[in-house]
């Protein structure tokens, strides 16, 4: 058994290859040059004696080396991910490391090699990022460590940690990102527009000392004469609203940027959204849709709902089929019965499309308010700022500028029936959202 694992254990290094070269060829040069025979005899000798001093370095210690994969419970969709590799070396002499991590199919990463060099007995915390890019289980393999002695003619290689799984959950890492940035008064800092209050639409909260910036017309005179200075009401936005996320999940939205599907990109938002909703004190609620309803969350406010929401979004797929607008609109209709903002993300590519739509959207706009979000076609924009060169390129290009203007048609149409339409590119999608949900918000439309 031990000759089984010391065989599986050791590999030859590219200096040990190099030493046998040079003592072949002093055995060759010694058919030539008799002389050279007592040399090369030495140097075999010598070379035997090195390789058995390496080998009992390496495994004359049980266990010489200790390493271990540090993963994060959960992986967050589409952000980077901190990796750490904790590795110890028990040996009593400066080691050099060839670390190979088998790291799950997801990312098709086959060169993720780390060389190191470690003193005696030293600890070491090697890091490294990945970036998932779809939600669902991602299985690590084993951690393979190769560990050379000083004198680098043989590797003993160390196996560590089987089957590791780590789940990747939508953006919760964007998502504590806005939320710090609304709680610190801060969402400005990442691009979110500062939208005035239109009215008194708001809510009563609490009586301030004026700053400059402050409507004056929300002078308190009776704070004002017993403070001896200016005191202001301030509002908050009316609470306890329904905000519920539509989710499109056909063929349509499983088109990719940067990796990631259109679907990944409307569900990290519904996040990050979901989230602020709740710190408004609103009440958020999901349903996501194809040929069929497939997930129903119904509006809440409670400290928990996160989690359900959460969770539903992990185990959303992409269908092939196209959308049934009529299931979603009964769907609506039936569980959802007081006014609330709806929020659909869906992709439109053409009026056409729209149109087939158009009276189930309507339906829904009668009784709420609602907000469609599709997609620019980001590679579409790039086509055209380019110039064509040949009859070919003429022609591709003016189909891209009909997909374009149909895109602006869209927006055009749903606006002229009352709904409120964004066209966004997907790397932007969160920000104009959340820009659109807080000025609704702000102008009392709910």
């Known amino acids: 058994m031990f000759f089984k694992s010391f065989y599986l254990s050791l590999f030859l290094t590219n200096r040990l290859f190099m030493v046998i070269a040079g003592l072949v060829a002093m055995f060759i040069s010694a058919y030539f040059f008799p002389t050279m025979m007592i040399l090369a005899k030495v140097g075999f000798w010598v070379f035997l004696g090195v390789v058995l001093l390496d080998i009992l370095m390496l495994f004359l210690q049980k266990e010489g080396f200790e390493a271990e994969r540090l993963t994060p419970d959960r992986f967050s969709n589409g952000d980077e991910n901190e990796v750490v590799l904790a590795l110890t070396n028990h040996y009593e002499f400066p080691v050099a490391l060839h670390i190979i991590d088998e790291l799950p199919v997801q990312f098709q990463l086959r060169d993720l090699v780390f060389y190191l060099k470690m003193g005696k007995r030293e600890q070491l915390d090697k890091r490294y990022m990945l970036r998932p890019v779809t939600r669902g289980e991602y299985h690590f393999g084993v951690l393979n460590v190769y560990v ?40 400005r800092d990442i691009g979110v527009k500062k939208v005035r209050r239109l009215g008194h639409t708001t809510e009563f909260e609490q009586i301030k000392e004026y700053v400059r910036g402050d409507d004056y017309r929300t002078l308190n005179w009776k704070a004002t004469a017993r403070a001896s200075k200016l005191m202001v009401n301030q509002y908050a936005d009316e609470k306890a609203q329904n905000v519920f996320f539509l989710i499109d999940k056909s063929r349509t939205m499983k088109m990719p940027f940067e990796g990631m599907s259109l679907l990944d990109y409307a569900i990290n938002t519904s996040l990050v959204l979901a989230n602020i909703a709740l710190y408004k004190h609103d009440k958020a609620g999901l349903i996501t849709f194809a040929e069929r309803i497939s997930t129903k969350v119904p509006a809440s406010s409670k400290a928990i709902h996160m989690a359900r929401i959460q969770e539903a979004l992990y185990n ?9 607008y009529a299931r979603l609109y009964a769907t609506v209709r039936n569980m959802i019965s007081h006014r609330s903002l709806l929020i659909l993300f869906t992709n439109f590519e053409s009026t056409t499309a729209l149109k087939r739509q158009m009276p189930y959207l309507q339906r829904m706009a009668r009784n709420h308010l609602l907000m469609v979000v599709f997609f620019e076609n980001t590679e579409l924009k790039e ?4 110039k064509p060169e040949n009859t070919e390129e003429i022609y591709i290009k003016t189909v891209g500028e009909n997909f374009a203007f149909q895109k602006k048609q869209i927006v055009k ?24 949900y807080l000025e609704i918000k702000a102008r009392g439309m709910m």
């Open 316 to 324: 959303q797929k992409t269908d092939f089929l196209e959308a049934d």
């Open 148 to 187: 050379s002695s000083p004198l680098a003619l043989l590797r003993r290689r160390y196996r560590f940690g089987e089957d590791t799984m780590v789940p990747t959950y939508p953006s919760f890492l964007q998502m504590r990102r806005y939320q710090l940035m609304a709680i610190s008064n801060r969402l």
């Open 413 to 436: 149409e749903l606006e002229r029936h009352g709904i409120i339409a964004i066209l966004t590119p997907p790397k932007n999608l969160t920000i104009n959202s959340l820009n659109k």
């Open 383 to 386: 086509l055209l700022s380019s």
